[in-house]
C-alpha cells in the first residue's frame, strides 16, 4: 500500500514558475523510481520527468532545460520545479511511484495562461 498526495499546482502565467510536491505514505521503502507525469484537455497521458532513488534523472524533450526534477529521500518527496512555463504545459500532473507495481495521485492542475 502507497499513497501518493501531490500539491503546488495552480494558475501561472506564460513565463511564469510553479513547484509541484509529491509526498509519499504506506510501504514506501521498495520505491525506487517516482516521477511526473501530465495528461492535457483531450490528450493521452505522457511522461514529464523521472528520478531514482540514486538520483538518476530522464525529462521529455518538452521540458528540458526548464523543468527540474528532486527528491528528498528522508522525506519521502518528489519535487518538479517548472520554469519558463507555456500556455502548452497546460494539463492534470500526476505523481508516480513503482514498487512492484505502478502507484498514482489524485492529480493537481497546472494551467498556463498566455
Known amino acids: 500500500q502507497v499513497q501518493l498526495v501531490e500539491s503546488g499546482g495552480g494558475l501561472v502565467q506564460a513565463g511564469g514558475s510553479l513547484r509541484l510536491s509529491c509526498t509519499a505514505s504506506g510501504m514506501i521503502f521498495s520505491i525506487n523510481t517516482m516521477g511526473w507525469y501530465r495528461q492535457g484537455p483531450g490528450n493521452q497521458r505522457e511522461l514529464v520527468a523521472t528520478?531514482?532513488?540514486?538520483?538518476?534523472?530522464n525529462y521529455a524533450d518538452s521540458v528540458k532545460g526548464r523543468f527540474t526534477i528532486s527528491r528528498d529521500n528522508a522525506k519521502n518527496t518528489v519535487y518538479l520545479q517548472m520554469n519558463s512555463l507555456k500556455p502548452e504545459d497546460t494539463a492534470v500532473y500526476y505523481c508516480?511511484?513503482?514498487?512492484?507495481?505502478?502507484?498514482w495521485g489524485q492529480g493537481t492542475q497546472v494551467t498556463v495562461s498566455s
Open positions: 508516480y511511484g513503482q514498487t512492484t507495481r505502478g502507484y
Open positions: 528520478i531514482t532513488s540514486g538520483g538518476y534523472t
